[in-house]
């Protein structure tokens, strides 16, 4: 087993996000930088949650019913309420606010994210405006501090991987798979088996993670699309919970509501729970999880219009699971971020964040994705935990038990099915403004799924809630 540390410079300059560092490879290789499929609806501060419409709605009477207390159904009720609009309940299926934000607590005092952990790109996001405003403290993390471990098969002959021929091959066929895309590169080139492990090894961890989604379900058109704020990016040592409590903060949130059916066949439009209970209101933003929809947890009379059917047919639900230990004190590298894992099986356990660094305290965040990330999910949680304790141990010889644990089941919680959405081969971006088409004046649709700008980001689920509102405000005004 042997061990490659990244040598980094004392005074780096400002970290590049992970997002844009898939882009920056497309663009190595020739394909230039990706751009958004549709036009923008304008920049971040345009869309901060402070800004007001213009003109102003002259009808605020109006009752809105927001379904999600998720990051876009608490921006939508948010900017409605800023807008003057005082009936804005929001409905809740869980027993919390927040949806795929989730702070929890390990040993009962370190906090950490067990749904989304950054702010991709700082740079004009409008999250990082509000956790500026709110006073929210945030730390880069710096993808260049970090090690990798290799299995006892030895590390790569190269000290360097050069993957502008793998893009460049996948932009002679774009909606091939990635998986297809390799296959064919491999053929080509005269590669080690350590050489290989090595790329699958780069691949994993910086698309399907990123995506949530296998090589084989992907394509350069998957990965191709959307825009990128630059900058670093960042984490909350205190939990990404504190965005979600400063947007919630006035709104009216009602949890344990569960909602199973919309009627919008007149006015008003009725939503009904599974308690049995009806909610009444003259519009409604839905902001349900992509996954809930594909599942078919809450049906629409009259049914959803055939695009916004097909665009949820055909985009899909990723999966990325975090395990999360608790330790005594740091056994591994001090003062480094990220831990990579060659392991004996390709895309398990291949990365790992230290919150050492940016919250002073002795936690691993271990991350699986895609197929291997789904699989764990059937384990119990102290198995996951025995899977994470062996593979850090290849890494590091004898490590101690952690002292406590989080595990996640994105794909199989009830209320998401899955972490963020993606396109899938032989899908395109125009599918997520498909998903965002309001109907008529009375149904509204908002969440990352519905944003083609950034979609699968806190930010993309932000910006969708502030537009759903500003479509319902001119709506209101006759």
Sequence with gaps: ????????????????????????G?????????????????????????????????????????????????????????????????????????????TQQLGGTVRVDLGASWIHGVRGNPIADIARRSGIETRPTDWDKAVLHFHERGAPTSDTLDLDGFWTLAERRPRASLRSILDEYLETHALSAADRRYLEHVLNTTVEHEYGADLADLSLESVDGGSEYGGSDVLFPGGYGQIVEALADGLEVRLRQAVTGIDYTGAPVVATTASGATFEADRVVVTLPLGVLKNGLVSFSPPLPPAKRQAIADLQMGVLNKTCLLFEDVFWEPGVEVIGYVGADRGQWAETLSLDPSTG?????????????????????????????????????????????????????????????????????????ALGQPIGNRVFFAGEATDSDHPATVHGAFLSGVRAAREIAPVAVG
């Design 26 to 102: 497309l663009a190595a290789a020739g394909l230039g930088p990706a751009i958004s499929a549709l036009p923008s609806c304008g920049d971040a501060s345009d869309r901060s949650p402070r800004r007001r419409a213009a003109p102003p709605p002259t009808r605020t009477d109006e009752s809105v019913l927001v379904i999600g207390a998720g990051i876009a159904g608490l921006a939508a009720a948010h900017e409605l309420r800023a807008s003057g609009f005082a009936d804005v309940v929001v409905l809740e299926a869980r027993d919390r606010i927040g949806g795929r934000i989730w």
């Design 1 to 24: 087993m042997r061990t490659q540390p990244t040598t980094h410079d004392p005074a780096p300059p400002p970290p590049p996000n992970r997002r844009t560092f898939i882009k920056a």
């Design 361 to 433: 305290q002795p936690v691993l965040m271990m991350f699986n994705a895609a197929v291997y990330g789904t699989e764990i999910e059937r384990l119990a949680d102290r198995e996951i935990v025995a899977e994470a304790t062996r593979a850090l141990a290849d890494m590091y010889g004898t490590v101690p038990q952690p002292t406590d644990a989080l595990v996640t089941r994105w794909g199989s919680d009830p209320w998401t099915h899955g972490s963020y959405s993606y396109v899938s081969v032989g899908s395109s971006f125009e599918r997520y403004a």
